[in-house]
């Protein structure tokens, strides 16, 4: 969508007939906004023109288009299990399947899914809530704690069977839920909701809590690692937040850039933020 703005799927009642044809459904749907980053690297963004998701370029514009995904291969999981968060590392995929754990599974050369654990579990218990993994190889895993708040761990390898998964690092985090987990070579960042960012430092194997900001950022949902020690926060509804994290003892927020709905995760091509928001 390098020509617009934004792009989405919304209403649109130009008319008080079709507005009462059309009220009975849903009003909330998906929106992928894509925003130039760099519009709003230097200077901040108070959320006034194109902060509210109409601005100069106009209103979103449905993308064109119908075709359909045809998988290659797919994997039920087992009876109960829900999928949730989704990481590829690898040639490996890890998907969390909440209180179950965890499934496990590669895909050949024919892109034929072969399954390793279908219920990798977590003695932490409450199961899997997110995984990501970094540029070296370790693959992090997040869950709720059964007493409350959240758990973060490393996988010691690639679960292969199913029962309780082998991991090390294992920290708490107190009275948060976890929404998402980015990891670097040095540090991983977790997005904790109304409690802000939180920065791990990585040492010899082991997790610790080296720094953390919370003024800006009233529920960051979703991280996505930009450049030049920045990261990008999906901020509820406030949009989009810059963290320049050069001293991981002292984060800061540079900047805000308002987007259409309630920013929930965002990722990043280049210098553009696709989000994802409802």
């Not at 800006?216 to 999906?234: D, E, F, P, Q, S």
Request: hydrophobic residues 40%.
């Amino acid at each position: 969508f390098a020509q617009h703005d934004r792009a989405g799927f919304w209403y649109d009642a130009p008319d008080n007939g079709r507005f009462d044809r059309m009220r009975i459904l849903k009003q909330v749907f998906f929106l992928c906004c894509v925003l130039a980053l760099s519009a709003c690297a230097g200077g901040g963004s108070d959320g006034g023109s194109g902060g509210d998701g109409v601005g100069s370029g106009g209103e979103p514009v449905i993308p064109e288009g119908n075709d359909n995904i045809v998988p290659l291969a797919q994997s039920p999981g087992a009876d109960g299990v829900a999928f949730g968060a989704l990481h590829v590392h690898n040639g490996v995929s890890y998907a969390c399947t909440g209180n179950t754990g965890m499934q496990v599974a590669s895909a050949d050369s024919a892109g034929i899914l072969k399954v390793k654990a279908s219920k990798a579990e977590f003695e932490q218990s409450m199961g899997c809530r997110e995984v990501t993994a970094s540029p070296d190889g370790k693959v992090f895993v997040t869950g709720q704690g059964s007493g409350g708040g959240s758990w973060i761990g490393i996988l010691d390898g690639i679960p292969s069977k199913d029962g309780v998964v082998s991991m090390s690092a294992v920290v708490t985090v107190e009275n948060a839920l976890i929404e998402e987990l980015v990891a670097t070579e040095t540090h991983l960042f977790a997005a904790l909701g109304d409690q802000g960012l939180r920065i791990f430092g990585r040492n010899d194997g082991q997790l610790a809590v080296v720094g953390s900001v919370s003024a800006g950022l009233n529920t960051a949902m979703g991280i996505a690692l930009w450049t030049n020690n920045r990261l990008v926060v999906a901020n509820g509804l406030d949009g989009l937040a810059i963290v320049d994290y050069s001293d991981p003892t002292a984060p800061v927020v540079t900047d805000t850039h308002g987007v259409y709905g309630t920013a929930r995760r965002v990722k990043l091509v280049d210098d553009f933020a696709y989000v994802a928001s409802v």
